[in-house]
């Protein structure tokens, strides 16, 4: 889930000596009116990987910010006094008064994480202790508590290299996080996006901070800080929005403009592989356990991808009564007049069938949030929702595959061109798809935001170049293919 | 928890003849313009025990209502459609339009219900049904949709002689939910209970209605559509805030009425006692055990009910080291820079220690509701707050025991004058408590709230009539004694 923040962000250390008095003049100038207006108080988590440099990006913070109006309260194992008390205790003893600024190190998510990556408890209880943290978090902001927490992330090699750094330096440092070690990466890593997923809300927010590079680091906790406490201070209050996590804020890089756009496939090998695949898949589709389980296939892309033809070639080898292809458009009044993911439960399959969809529920948070059809809030939220609603369908035994079929700018240009002067697929462009044109880089955001938000492991996002539409049409296959033989 | 609802509540016949037309044009008030203006659709969910007339209530509903713009959707097992998809996809499929209302008879709730009661599921696997289910309202909430949940219950006897009756009849009738059947009644209620606790919510709130009196049932149900979907019309959107399970919405005799003042205590037998129960205590918290939990007693009542008195022979046989008494009163500037349970956690006590609260956290939604120091949000959400902050005390240990000390009107009168009359108690009447008198009725609502929305399995209220101070003293004894005794 975390895939734009694995991508390397750099900022080179002239960027960030400009822009550091930037950052700093930002921060004052959101912490001061609120020390002033004594309106709420603010908390600032700091989460995540051990070696990404929480210390040093905390400290830079404090140098930036008032540091009379900020306090750093760092929780380890807990002191005699904490033991006699309830786990929630000494967070709640150091609660700073409205106006100021604390700093928690070593969160109330310390417990759980220690206990799910250590398997101390199961889904189900790591589950409760998430939403009684929901709760606790929910009545912190309902009290006038502005809540910002952070998880550090960074790559295994990356980290294990600061971990070796730190070693051998041999400085006196505080006893790392056992959880937190480079052995647990990998388990930190998911639970921490479980975490992620279901504790960030609209009131409390987690941001994701790539911590490869120090300055990077520090400036996006920098920047982000100042424009949560600033946003908050004009708004006046909270509202309550499911709020997915957000990265950083900084200009970034996504996993869909991370696609490698020059894969391809020759025609003969193209139609080898591509009879080799709809057999396995009309096959897959015979068997007996076929009547166990049902597929949703979602196409996503950019206009002129190629989903029509990439979903063509997915149906050929099937029996037309086991699937229908959904074209989604604009809603019927019906829909309108329902939820928005009505018009989506409406065409769920039965067991045994096939749904596929051109275009899906994802459109809310595309066109519908860059054109502004839906509100802020609505979009925010249908992260959360569409996660819970694939997830409906998966825990039934469904499989969802989603593909995101990608082009690049130039490539669309040719088929937008190619399509207005050829006759019989000149219904295929309108005035509208031009529009969109202009606004490609806020659909790339969208789509990136996208995919790091709904790519769950039980209906992960499978990101397909379709610079060359042959390469595209395999991919599809094979992924359908291999996902449908894990079940049948 | 469902104290109130289990009183009886009546309506005679002639009363309710004079209010039908009343309900019935309030009704239709409330639902034409919805239908008009589009605005959003209603759900009513009908769940509870069976026997308590939830068909005939229905019934009479659709025959005040505008029928044309109602519809009644009954879940019973799965139809083959419904089985070869998720869930939810039934009600999905049966979502009403805009201004529309439908009536869900076998709600998404019942197979959690049936699962529990019939222990096919943990306690975790619970919790979290329950999470998804808020979610899954929470979604629907924000797309228009406006959900009203009943939960009708009834007397075990009560529903013991209408299901002979039913059986007698012999009319085809629709197969009782088994789970809801008689031999289930108090497990039925209890995991009710903890589902309304648990889902009850701004913006899907749950409200019980007590079904002794056919009458009383359909008028609460009636009234309440009514007024829920008039305040719906005018909001224009649904706030969401915590709200606890609200009772019926018709005048009624709460716990706290209820309660028998006549009970008293001789003072040859009073003195006997007290020595028997102080030793007791003493005993217990002598015990080894003793610093292995924590104890917080709660003692909130009308003004001079004697919450003073009791708590000094509570402490009498104590040693002073291991209690604290902490008198609650207006917050200070630093408590109230804070979230409002943060002046009580910071008096949590250690373990083996007592904290003793004359007033506590319970002033949030007893005098700060009555005089409207907090606001309505405020208030309603905290009851929740207050159990969860109660829960985590008593997860980890601790003992939780909360008095409801009561006296009548007239006694509180013969109190006040008795002190403005006594030189060295004169301190003990102001000129607020002469004021809060005429409140009377006001407090009484909030208290009979409070004992429905806090009393929890992990930290119940004891009713203790204190008419006579002597009989309140020696059950708050004998109740601590009790308590201490399960643990140490």
Same mark, same amino acid.
């Given at each position: 889930?975390?895939?734009?923040?694995?991508?390397?962000?750099?900022?080179?250390? *002239?960027?960030?000596?400009?822009?550091?008095?930037?950052?700093?003049?930002?921060?004052?100038?959101?912490? #001061?009116?609120?020390?002033?207006?004594?309106?709420?108080?603010?908390?600032?988590?700091?989460?995540? #990987?051990?070696?990404?440099?929480?210390?040093?990006?905390?400290?830079?913070?404090?140098?930036?910010?008032?540091?009379?109006? #900020?306090?750093?309260?760092?929780?380890?194992?807990?002191?005699?006094?904490?033991?006699?008390?309830?786990?929630?205790?000494?967070?709640?003893?150091?609660?700073?008064?409205?106006?100021?600024?604390?700093?928690?190190?070593?969160?109330?998510?310390?417990?759980?994480?220690?206990?799910?990556?250590?398997?101390?408890?199961?889904?189900?209880?790591?589950?409760?202790?998430?939403?009684?943290?929901?709760?606790?978090?929910?009545?912190?902001?309902?009290?006038?508590?502005?809540?910002? *927490?952070?998880?550090?992330?960074?790559?295994?090699?990356?980290?294990?290299?600061?971990?070796?750094?730190?070693?051998? *330096?041999?400085?006196?440092?505080?006893?790392?996080?056992?959880?937190?070690?480079?052995?647990?990466?990998?388990?930190?890593?998911?639970?921490?996006?479980?975490?992620?997923?279901?504790?960030?809300?609209?009131?409390?927010?987690?941001?994701?901070?790539?911590?490869?590079?120090?300055?990077?680091?520090?400036?996006?906790?920098?920047?982000?800080?100042?424009?949560?406490?600033?946003?908050?201070?004009?708004?006046?209050?909270?509202?309550?929005?499911?709020?997915?996590?957000?990265?950083?804020?900084?200009?970034?890089?996504?996993?869909?403009?991370?696609?490698?756009?020059?894969?391809?496939?020759?025609?003969?090998?193209?139609?080898?592989?591509?009879?080799?695949?709809? *057999?396995?898949?009309? %096959?897959?589709?015979?068997?007996?356990?076929?009547?166990?389980?049902?597929?949703?296939?979602?196409?996503?892309?950019?206009?002129?991808?190629?989903?029509?033809?990439?979903?063509?070639?997915?149906?050929?080898?099937? %029996?037309?009564?086991?699937?229908?292809?959904?074209?989604?458009?604009?809603?019927? %009044?019906?829909?309108?007049?329902?939820?928005?993911?009505?018009?989506?439960?409406?065409?769920?399959?039965?067991?045994?069938?096939?749904?596929?969809?051109?275009?899906?529920?994802?459109?809310?948070?595309?066109?519908?949030?860059?054109?502004?059809?839906?509100?802020?809030?609505?979009?925010?939220?249908?992260?959360?929702?569409?996660?819970?609603?694939?997830?409906?369908?998966? %825990?039934?035994?469904?499989?969802?595959?989603?593909?995101?079929?990608?082009?690049?700018?130039?490539?669309? #240009?040719?088929?937008?061109?190619?399509?207005?002067?050829?006759?019989?697929?000149?219904?295929?462009?309108?005035?509208?798809?031009?529009?969109?044109?202009?606004?490609?880089?806020?659909?790339?955001?969208?789509?990136?935001?996208?995919?790091?938000?709904?790519?769950?492991?039980?209906?992960?996002?499978?990101?397909?170049?379709?610079?060359?539409?042959?390469?595209?049409?395999?991919?599809?296959?094979?992924?359908?293919?291999?996902?449908?033989?894990?079940?049948?």
């Amino acid at each position: 889930m975390f895939e734009s923040a694995r991508l390397p962000q750099k900022m080179d250390k *002239k960027t960030f000596k400009k822009l550091e008095p930037e950052l700093r003049e930002a921060l004052l100038e959101a912490q #001061l009116p609120v020390v002033e207006k004594k309106d709420f108080s603010t908390l600032i988590l700091v989460d995540g #990987l051990d070696g990404a440099g929480k210390g040093e990006a905390v400290a830079r913070l404090y140098g930036w910010m008032d540091a009379r109006h #900020l306090v750093c309260n760092a929780y380890g194992e807990k002191l005699d006094e904490a033991k006699l008390r309830p786990p929630l205790w000494r967070y709640w003893r150091d609660l700073p008064a409205k106006g100021e600024t604390a700093i928690v190190f070593g969160s109330w998510y310390q417990g759980i994480l220690r206990d799910k990556i250590y398997n101390k408890i199961d889904d189900d209880a790591f589950e409760k202790a998430l939403m009684r943290i929901r709760r606790f978090e929910e009545m912190l902001s309902n009290e006038g508590v502005l809540i910002l *927490k952070f998880w550090f992330v960074l790559p295994k090699d990356v980290q294990e290299e600061r971990l070796k750094k730190i070693q051998k *330096k041999n400085a006196a440092r505080h006893v790392l996080a056992d959880w937190a070690a480079l052995k647990h990466h990998k388990q930190a890593s998911q639970v921490g996006e479980k975490i992620i997923l279901e504790t960030s809300k609209g009131f409390a927010p987690w941001f994701v901070i790539p911590s490869q590079d120090p300055e990077y680091r520090d400036a996006a906790l920098a920047q982000t800080v100042a424009r949560a406490m600033k946003l908050r201070l004009e708004d006046g209050e909270v509202r309550e929005v499911a709020a997915p996590p957000v990265i950083g804020g900084l200009q970034r890089e996504t996993a869909v403009d991370a696609i490698d756009l020059s894969a391809s496939l020759d025609k003969a090998p193209y139609e080898k592989k591509r009879e080799k695949y709809q *057999k396995i898949l009309s %096959d897959l589709s015979d068997r007996k356990d076929m009547s166990k389980t049902g597929v949703i296939l979602v196409f996503q892309g950019n206009d002129a991808a190629g989903k029509g033809g990439a979903i063509r070639r997915v149906i050929r080898p099937l %029996d037309p009564r086991i699937y229908k292809v959904h074209p989604i458009s604009a809603p019927t %009044d019906e829909e309108k007049a329902r939820p928005y993911l009505w018009r989506f439960w409406r065409r769920v399959p039965r067991k045994g069938h096939f749904a596929i969809f051109d275009r899906s529920w994802y459109e809310r948070v595309l066109v519908e949030r860059v054109e502004g059809f839906a509100s802020h809030g609505d979009w925010l939220r249908a992260y959360n929702e569409i996660n819970e609603f694939e997830q409906e369908l998966t %825990d039934f035994g469904f499989i969802v595959c989603k593909f995101w079929l990608a082009i690049s700018e130039e490539e669309q #240009l040719r088929r937008f061109k190619a399509r207005e002067e050829t006759a019989y697929k000149q219904h295929k462009i309108t005035d509208e798809d031009w529009r969109n044109r202009l606004k490609w880089d806020q659909y790339a955001i969208a789509a990136g935001d996208m995919i790091d938000r709904t790519s769950t492991h039980y209906a992960p996002w499978t990101l397909v170049s379709s610079e060359n539409k042959r390469h595209a049409r395999i991919e599809v296959l094979k992924t359908i293919c291999d996902r449908l033989e894990e079940v049948v």
